[in-house]
């Protein structure tokens, strides 16, 4: 009889032990509030043209903006998503050492605590799921957020 | 014996069946691409003054931003951040029912996939980690997630 109290009080700890492991992860979770992105799709660079393809589900949210001359193009500085390069709130701007540190939020480096990047872009055309633009100061498959009329 | 093998068959069945509840959910995060955002502040109004007051540990990345006359502020619509509202792709512009529907990405609408919103303010004065603005069509406490020169 006492191993079996014995047993059963191993059981009650080891079980709800195990699992509240969990909860300190879920509890910062909650404390420190954060939203979450999901790319719509993505610069590409084919036959000398700029695109952004969008996922074809997105396709309907584009009605509308062939009337339109630009689109302001919101995409995530993707290279950059590490935690050191996030941690980073002073810059030399475009990269020269001559440029005096300048705060992040005084610039538009691709290096900011969240990565987003916005760029004006001229609209050529546009075809289903796809934008052809002028051009745009992005790295090939970078992820695209968001469109905004221009 | 019997009772002490079953109960120990019991604690591993538990203990292992609690635990494994949560791999479903981790295997789609990692399949899904996302992006997190961490508020940097929020929009504050008071005394009659607008407001972006940073987080303290943002105010380095201030440094700059007083030699410009305006700021660019990336914020979270974060009233309609569920997934019923972030499905949404077309929109009466204005929510005026006699503007025909429209794509989200041809709109500034506060509905859209990626909750980001766009506002270039004037710059009134920076106090430490406060910038006051002019204006912005902004709730009040709307997270802020990046600022840029404007």
Known sequence: MRYLFFILLMTVTFSVG???????????????????LHPIGKVVREYGKTMIVLDEKYQPGLSGLEKRSHVMV????DKNDTPEKRAILKVHPQGRM??????VF????????????????????IRANVI???EI???DDSPVLDLKSG
């Not at 195990?18 to 979450?36: D, Y």
């Not at 001559?98 to 705060?103: A, I, K, R």
């Not at 005084?106 to 055309?125: D, G, Q, Y």
Request: net charge negative.
């Open 98 to 103: 001559e440029n005096p540190l300048t705060g």
């Open 18 to 36: 195990g699992c509240t492991m969990l909860s300190p992860a879920n509890h910062e979770q909650a404390e420190e509030k954060q939203f979450i």
């Open 74 to 77: 919101v995409y995530w500085f």
């Open 132 to 134: 052809e633009i002028e």
């Open 106 to 125: 005084a610039t538009h480096s691709p290096v900011r605590p969240n990565l987003i990047a916005i760029s004006k872009c001229k609209i050529i055309a």
């Open 137 to 139: 100061d992005a790295f």
